[in-house]
């Protein structure tokens, strides 16, 4: 097949399309979602006919709202984008208002839609949960859903099972399954993505990648700030809730999980839902040893103080933990006995996300120096450079005996590609178009975590379980779960 026909064949996946974004002049969708449409147009990929409408519920003012956004559209490290190429895709943006979810107050929104009733229609929901099923019914009561229409759900979704239960019964009164993508913008991350190359088409690590040669695996999703302008929804959910049930539980399935069959959306999805019914449950017992949480204080971030969270949301009697780490156990043949070790917060020492292999000690060390082999570590770092090292290790130069230290060999994608790689929601809104639910969860997988989740909820209730106080600036109370021997790698490696 000559490139040209390859060529031919990507395109005809994508359909002429408009998507609809409600919440358009949210925070989210100025500084993620728009962008992300805007590269992937200038880069020619959604060369076919479309339209990008902005939802807003206050009076439009087209002039503002392309102020808010255009810096969005310039931001890059690799190209100083025209006023040209900008204004192009300003041009194809239509703002529209919408102050409630009612047939009324959808009739514009319907009248410009039904221009094109040949084109699949997108709607991305970028509002609280809560709207999602008042949004759903009023495009099915004006006539707005058929079989070419998709929805795009963000996160949160819902607070409990039984709250995301009932949203998914709700969008599913207008929408099937297959028409349904949620989202999380981590599985679009690049590293996220080689992480499923580097398992399935390299022997040399999948053949190590069992319980025989890992001696843990762990997951860290740290942040440097503080709730900023999230107060309120966080103070409602905590970093369980906001980090663990979704973010963490993804990447602990990508790395947990069987080969797929295929490279297709059910068989992936299949094998991640088998890791998330095999994950060990929290009991009353078993929290206080295996869970942590806590809550940011009075501390220092970049030499700076910070307030603590009680001040930072000003309710003095909140008990929302900001941080969380979690030792647990995925209770099937290849991980048996291989503690997964997830930790997220606020305020920590720096921002970073990243998935560590804690690979096994060498059975007997043949060289005459005392010193310990340090194990070998494959080290995915998520953001914010995009990496990957695997730890090995070497002998020092030099005459006279061995003397070895692990030294990295790495992946900077920064350093090896040089050309501008997409972001993650750009990776993702492209897969909606196409209609590629890979790396989207179904509901099963869903409702699967959050059993799993509501584990250690109603067992830290049950057991009494309170925030350990940690200062703002430090790595939080992760030690707590940790065992003799046990230790966080990046606390000792890469600081």
């Given at each position: 097949?000559?490139v040209?026909?390859?060529?031919n064949a990507?395109?005809?996946?994508?359909k002429?399309f408009?998507?609809?974004?409600?919440?358009?002049d949210?925070?989210?969708?100025?500084r993620?979602i728009?962008?992300?449409i805007?590269h992937?147009?200038?880069?020619?990929?959604?060369?076919?006919?479309?339209?990008?409408?902005?939802i807003?519920?206050?009076?439009?003012n087209?002039k503002?709202?392309h102020?808010?956004?255009i810096?969005?559209l310039?931001e890059?490290?690799?190209h100083k984008?025209s006023?040209e190429?900008?204004?192009?895709?300003?041009k194809?943006?239509?703002?529209?208002?919408?102050e409630?979810?009612?047939?009324q107050?959808?009739?514009?929104l319907?009248?410009f839609?039904?221009?094109?009733?040949?084109?699949?229609?997108?709607?991305?929901?970028s509002t609280?949960?809560?709207a999602f099923?008042p949004i759903?019914?009023?495009?099915?009561?004006?006539?707005?859903?058929?079989?070419n229409?998709?929805?795009?759900?963000e996160?949160?979704?819902?607070h409990?099972?039984?709250s995301?239960n009932e949203?998914?019964?709700e969008?599913t009164q207008?929408?099937?399954e297959h028409?349904?993508?949620?989202?999380d913008h981590?599985?679009?991350?690049e590293t996220?993505?080689?992480?499923?190359?580097?398992?399935?088409?390299?022997n040399l690590?999948e053949?190590?990648?069992?319980?025989?040669?890992?001696?843990?695996?762990?997951?860290?999703?740290?942040?440097?700030?503080g709730?900023?302008?999230?107060a309120?929804?966080y103070d409602q959910?905590?970093?369980?809730l906001?980090?663990?049930?979704?973010?963490l539980?993804?990447l602990?399935?990508?790395?947990a999980?069987?080969?797929p069959?295929?490279l297709?959306a059910?068989?992936?999805r299949?094998?991640?839902?088998?890791?998330?019914?095999?994950?060990?449950p929290?009991?009353?017992?078993s929290?206080?040893?295996?869970?942590?949480?806590?809550q940011y204080?009075?501390?220092?971030?970049?030499?700076?103080?910070?307030?603590?969270y009680?001040?930072d949301?000003?309710?003095y009697?909140?008990k929302?933990e900001?941080?969380v780490?979690?030792k647990?156990?995925?209770?099937n043949w290849?991980?048996?006995?291989?503690?997964?070790?997830?930790?997220?917060?606020?305020?920590m020492?720096?921002?970073?996300?990243?998935?560590?292999i804690?690979f096994r000690e060498?059975k007997h060390?043949?060289?005459?120096?005392?010193?310990k082999l340090n194990?070998?570590?494959l080290i995915?770092?998520l953001?914010?450079e995009?990496?990957?090292?695997?730890?090995?290790?070497?002998?020092?130069?030099?005459?006279?005996g061995?003397?070895?230290?692990?030294i990295a060999?790495?992946l900077?994608?920064?350093d090896?590609?040089k050309e501008?790689f997409?972001?993650?929601?750009?990776?993702l809104?492209v897969d909606v178009i196409r209609?590629?639910q890979?790396l989207f969860?179904?509901?099963?997988e869903?409702?699967a975590?959050?059993?799993?989740?509501?584990s250690?909820t109603?067992s830290?209730k049950a057991?009494?379980m309170?925030n350990?106080?940690?200062?703002?600036g430090t790595w939080?109370p992760?030690?707590?779960i940790?065992?003799?021997g046990?230790?966080?790698?990046?606390?000792?490696?890469g600081?």
């Amino acid at each position: 097949m000559t490139v040209q026909a390859k060529n031919n064949a990507n395109q005809e996946r994508f359909k002429s399309f408009n998507i609809v974004v409600f919440g358009g002049d949210g925070d989210l969708s100025i500084r993620k979602i728009l962008p992300a449409i805007f590269h992937r147009d200038l880069d020619g990929q959604l060369d076919i006919p479309n339209n990008v409408i902005a939802i807003s519920r206050k009076e439009p003012n087209i002039k503002t709202f392309h102020q808010k956004l255009i810096p969005f559209l310039q931001e890059s490290d690799h190209h100083k984008y025209s006023q040209e190429e900008i204004e192009k895709f300003l041009k194809k943006l239509v703002l529209l208002k919408a102050e409630s979810p009612s047939v009324q107050a959808y009739q514009e929104l319907k009248s410009f839609l039904n221009q094109y009733p040949e084109r699949q229609n997108i709607y991305y929901f970028s509002t609280p949960s809560s709207a999602f099923g008042p949004i759903t019914q009023t495009l099915k009561d004006c006539g707005l859903v058929n079989q070419n229409s998709k929805v795009v759900l963000e996160k949160p979704l819902g607070h409990s099972l039984a709250s995301s239960n009932e949203i998914n019964a709700e969008i599913t009164q207008a929408f099937e399954e297959h028409q349904i993508y949620r989202i999380d913008h981590y599985l679009g991350k690049e590293t996220v993505q080689n992480l499923m190359v580097l398992r399935f088409a390299n022997n040399l690590f999948e053949r190590a990648w069992n319980a025989e040669n890992i001696e843990s695996v762990q997951i860290t999703v740290a942040e440097s700030l503080g709730v900023e302008k999230r107060a309120s929804y966080y103070d409602q959910s905590g970093a369980l809730l906001d980090m663990v049930q979704n973010h963490l539980l993804q990447l602990l399935c990508l790395v947990a999980m069987e080969p797929p069959v295929a490279l297709e959306a059910d068989e992936v999805r299949n094998e991640k839902l088998k890791v998330l019914k095999a994950l060990r449950p929290l009991n009353k017992k078993s929290v206080l040893k295996d869970t942590v949480k806590g809550q940011y204080t009075r501390g220092f971030s970049e030499s700076a103080q910070v307030k603590s969270y009680l001040e930072d949301i000003e309710k003095y009697d909140s008990k929302t933990e900001t941080f969380v780490a979690i030792k647990t156990y995925v209770d099937n043949w290849r991980w048996k006995g291989v503690p997964f070790m997830l930790r997220t917060g606020k305020r920590m020492i720096k921002r970073y996300s990243e998935i560590v292999i804690n690979f096994r000690e060498v059975k007997h060390n043949i060289f005459p120096s005392k010193e310990k082999l340090n194990n070998n570590k494959l080290i995915i770092r998520l953001q914010p450079e995009e990496r990957i090292e695997l730890i090995q290790m070497t002998k020092i130069p030099g005459p006279g005996g061995y003397r070895y230290k692990p030294i990295a060999l790495k992946l900077d994608y920064t350093d090896s590609f040089k050309e501008r790689f997409p972001d993650a929601y750009e990776r993702l809104i492209v897969d909606v178009i196409r209609g590629n639910q890979t790396l989207f969860m179904r509901q099963d997988e869903l409702q699967a975590a959050w059993t799993w989740i509501e584990s250690i909820t109603t067992s830290w209730k049950a057991a009494n379980m309170q925030n350990v106080l940690y200062e703002a600036g430090t790595w939080g109370p992760g030690d707590d779960i940790l065992e003799e021997g046990e230790s966080w790698i990046t606390k000792t490696w890469g600081e």
